[in-house]
């Protein structure tokens, strides 16, 4: 499977983004997928979560309220809604595929597929 995560830019502090991740390749429809991010000078970290069948959705305390994570199986898209944006959100944003379901799904180590990144710059 090949992940490719597009929509990144750049954003006034207060607006919005919507990332999409395309998968190919094979079929995401059975695999639960993530977002993560990584600042300048930091280690990449856990963004959203979602199931494969959409029942449930996961977020980091610093992105709940403001990011909404979706899916499209029919597409093979998944979807990051990024609203009220900060500066602190600045990052490069990365789509990942789980093939099974993992209780630590905050761990890169539990994806299994990785897209290539999509830069995000929000301006104060």
């Known amino acids: 499977v090949q992940l490719q995560a597009s929509g990144g830019g750049l954003v006034q502090a207060g607006g919005s983004l919507r990332l999409s991740c395309q998968a190919s390749?094979?079929?995401?429809?059975?695999?639960?997928m993530g977002w993560f991010r990584q600042a300048p000078g930091k280690e990449r970290e856990f963004v959203a979560r979602i199931r494969w069948s959409s029942t449930f959705t996961y977020y980091a305390d610093s992105v709940k309220g403001r990011f909404t994570i979706s899916r499209d199986n029919a597409k093979s898209m998944v979807y990051l809604q990024m609203n009220s944006l900060k500066s602190e959100d600045t990052a490069i944003y990365y789509c990942a595929a789980d093939k099974v379901y993992s209780l630590t799904y905050d761990r890169e180590d539990v994806y299994d597929y990785w897209g290539q990144g999509t830069q995000v710059t929000v301006s104060s």
């Open positions: 390749g094979g079929t995401i429809n059975t695999y639960d």
